[in-house]
């Protein structure tokens, strides 16, 4: 059984930057691919940023602004968020998926707001 467990979330002013952590209870290794999604209130959930076989990917809105990566020692996958806006606003998720299981996260509530 997979566990991930996000933390780094909480209350930013606009134009400010967080970094989400997403730490897995498994090596990250023989993980085919993880990511990062949002669900902001009333809003289906999105994704953000995903990696998989070394390739990157990001949603039109937080391109150029948000990165993604990870850390094989620590078994931990980062969430880089920068000149963060108010519809930013979310609950993020991390998920990862291995042998063609997809687990996901509890989750971490990031607020954007002056």
């Known amino acids: 059984q997979v566990r991930l467990v996000e933390s780094g979330g909480g209350l930013v002013q606009p134009g400010g930057s967080l970094r989400l952590s997403c730490a897995a209870s498994t090596t990250i290794s023989i993980w085919n691919s993880m990511g990062w999604y949002r669900q902001a209130p009333g809003k289906e959930r999105e994704l953000v940023a995903t990696?998989?076989?070394?390739?990157?990917r990001y949603a039109d809105s937080v391109k150029g602004r948000f990165a993604i990566s990870r850390d094989y020692a620590k078994n931990t996958v980062y969430l880089q968020m920068n000149s963060l806006k108010p519809e930013d606003t979310a609950v993020y998720y991390c998920?990862?998926?291995?042998?063609?299981?997809?687990?996901w996260g509890e989750g971490t509530l990031v607020t954007v707001s002056s």
């Open positions: 990696m998989a076989n070394h390739a990157t």
């Open positions: 998920t990862a998926t291995s042998s063609g299981i997809n687990y």
